[in-house]
């Protein structure tokens, strides 16, 4: 259940890209945003410093001339003559004289004012009714007094925002592009594993031959090899063992042909031999036909296998061909129910036709209490369906899979009738004519094998 709740890797490798992104982003902001305030703020307080210091140099001259000239006003000088920045404004601590009388001594810090009537300098950053100033003070000492003024701060304000936001589009669009970036290159390093996915999956549905190309980069030349050695090494063992089975196959055959016939002559002259060398032979007769038809199973297995058996398709007359069918494995009476929308005629392959339909019906008569109906109905996507039903104890959820394999037998088959062949040579039949098989409950009890088949010619 963990892993089903765990990302993609494809999906792990885009956020790993997009979280080292936001990262770096992040820290590339922080740092470009503090160098950028610290290098703005240190100007703007050197400039204030100097021209705070120029203005109180003035003032302390207009001192100087008031102290020997009564009729010299420092208030008008304060008024008309000192020139602070837009938005500034200025202040003398003694006598009072001030450049805008809407801001009274007390809106400047009180440590700043309290550090300049002892007799020092400095600079701070204070806000008013919102606004951001420089305030800077200067202790003029020949006139124990001192020259505060403000600068406003807002040009600074406005510029540190402005470089936030185009910082902050620009790690967005930075997190957009590794985002991007990290999504295509975890495309192009899972492509291989898509290919070798791909492939593996040819590989189990049949298609042994298959293999993968060789790759530029050499780590991933090596994981092709590396899997085309072992199609190679699957390839070569599956053949070995198919052509194991062909070989022993037809070497049996001979001497159970031979052992068919030495047979037969014994039971034609079953009168001839006493009672209990009856019951003997009986079972020795029924046992070489069941290997007989065990051999000739197999071949047609190995033959399968190996591709050697064609698909020979034509127009068949399918309700003729299903009591025919019917009639020669030995339920020449049972009910063929037929859709009425079902198509007389199908393009299909007669002998496999045959194989498919004569196995269920045969399997039904040996495990399956003997077949109660056939019934053949259209389907969606141009198919036919057969289903062949009975009135037998039925198949095990568990086992309506395992019972097409090859030698796989059900609960219900506790007699050893048959080969265990039957049901897979119906599955490997019908995959071969574009259909399936497979078995489900009969309403009622008992079970329904069923097969479709395309009702059209396939294109070449």
Not at 212 to 227: I, K, N, T, V, Y
Request: charged share 25%; no cysteine; net charge negative.
């Amino acid at each position: 259940m963990a892993s089903d709740r765990s990302l993609r890797l494809r999906t792990r490798v885009t956020l790993f890209f997009a979280l080292i992104a936001l990262f770096a982003g992040l820290v590339l902001i922080g740092v470009t945003y503090g160098f950028a305030r610290n290098s703005l703020l240190e100007e703007r307080s050197s400039s204030a410093k100097q021209q705070t210091f120029d203005n109180a140099e003035g003032v302390a001259d207009q001192l100087d001339a008031a102290a020997v000239d009564p009729t010299v006003s420092i208030g008008d000088y304060f008024e008309n003559v000192l020139r602070t920045e837009p938005g500034g404004f200025a202040l003398l601590i003694d006598p009072l004289a001030q450049t805008d009388l809407t801001h009274p001594l007390s809106d400047f810090p009180e440590d700043l004012v309290a550090h300049i009537e002892a007799g020092g300098s400095g600079i701070e950053y204070m806000s008013i009714d919102g606004d951001d100033y420089v305030t800077v003070g200067v202790y003029i000492r020949r006139h124990d007094t001192g020259y505060l003024e403000a600068f406003p701060a807002d040009n600074e304000r406005s510029t540190l925002t402005a470089l936030l936001t185009a910082l902050a589009l620009g790690g967005l669009g930075t997190l957009v592009v590794a985002t991007l970036f990290g999504y295509s290159t975890s495309r192009r390093l899972l492509r291989p594993l898509s290919r070798v996915a791909d492939a593996a999956e040819d590989i189990a549905s049949g298609g042994l031959d298959t293999r993968l190309e060789g790759e530029s980069d050499p780590d991933l030349d090596r994981l092709a090899s590396s899997f085309n050695d072992m199609a190679d090494a699957v390839q070569t063992k599956i053949e070995l063992e198919a052509r194991f089975a062909s070989d022993v196959s037809h070497e049996l055959r001979s001497p159970i042909t031979a052992l068919t016939a030495a047979v037969e002559v014994l039971d034609a002259k079953r009168d001839d031999i006493p009672e209990r060398t009856q019951q003997a032979l009986d079972v020795v007769v029924s046992q070489v036909r069941r290997f007989d038809s065990m051999v000739i199973d197999l071949l047609e297995l190995s033959r399968l296998d190996a591709g050697a058996t064609d698909l020979t398709v034509e127009t068949l007359d399918i309700i003729t061909l299903t009591h025919r069918v019917a009639a020669r494995f030995g339920s020449p009476d049972i009910e063929v129910d037929v859709d009425p929308q079902t198509p007389r005629e199908i393009d299909a392959d007669k002998v496999r036709f045959e194989r498919v339909l004569g196995n269920l019906i045969e399997n039904a008569n040996h495990h399956g209490g003997g077949v109660l109906r056939v019934e053949v109905v259209p389907v969606h996507n141009e198919m036919i369906r057969f289903a062949v039903e009975d009135g037998g104890p039925g198949v095990a959820q568990s086992e309506r899979e395992r019972i097409f394999e090859r030698f796989s037998r059900g609960s219900a088959a506790r007699h050893r009738i048959g080969t265990g062949l039957g049901l897979a040579l119906a599955s490997e039949h019908s995959a071969a004519m574009g259909g399936a098989v497979w078995v489900e409950d009969r309403p009622g009890g008992g079970a329904r094998f069923v097969f479709e088949i395309p009702s059209r010619r396939p294109h070449q």
